[in-house]
């Protein structure tokens, strides 16, 4: 039994290489949702338009 | 008899359907006109160090100052224009009366005269200073 504890250890071993191998890995890699920061950049460049389409005498004034 | 009761009746109607028919431009119009002509008064406020710009897009007095109540009242009734237009103007742009005063509140200090009094977004009040503004790098002089 001694006698062949050295190669069942080489055996496991390469076993062990073998099925990392074999062994898939899936990861998902989730889209960075940037709509909403999109839609308040929007909105700000849109209202920021509309003051000063209303001040924009009133500031030169 | 019949006539004149129906033109009664009409002219009756009239009056009260005109003022509905008056459009939203025509308030804009009377508030800007109002705005202007308070504006002159609300320059030597700021330049007295009397009132500031706050953050949140309105006029307030200082913590020392001494206004009369003609100026107190001036304050009032150019905030409460400045309101209405910040309402308008959230209802149009599905945005908040609160988050249309900061935008315009940010105009204001980027205009602000050199000596008058702004908030800052942090909420502290400090003396406008004049910042020269940026010229790009491939504008620049080589």
Partial sequence: MKKYLPILAAAAVLLGFGASACIKTESEIKPIEIKPVHITLDINIRIEKALDDFFADLDEL | MKKFLALSIA?????????????????????????????????????????????????????????????????????????????????????????????????????????DYIQNEEGKWVKATAKPAAIPADKQDK
């Fill in chain 2, 11 to 115: 002219a009756f109607a009239l009056a009260f359907a005109v003022p509905q028919v008056l459009s939203a431009a025509d308030d804009a119009a009377t508030i800007k006109k109002h705005m202007a002509e308070r504006k002159p008064k609300i320059e030597t406020l700021k330049k007295a160090g009397s009132i500031g710009e706050n953050k949140d897009g309105y006029l307030e007095a200082m913590k020392d100052a001494k206004l009369e109540d003609a100026d107190k009242k001036l304050i009032e009734d150019e905030n409460k224009d400045r309101k209405a237009v910040y309402a308008a103007v959230a209802k149009k742009e599905g945005s908040t009366v609160e988050h249309v005063g900061e935008i315009r509140a940010r105009q204001i200090r980027s205009k602000a005269a050199i000596g």
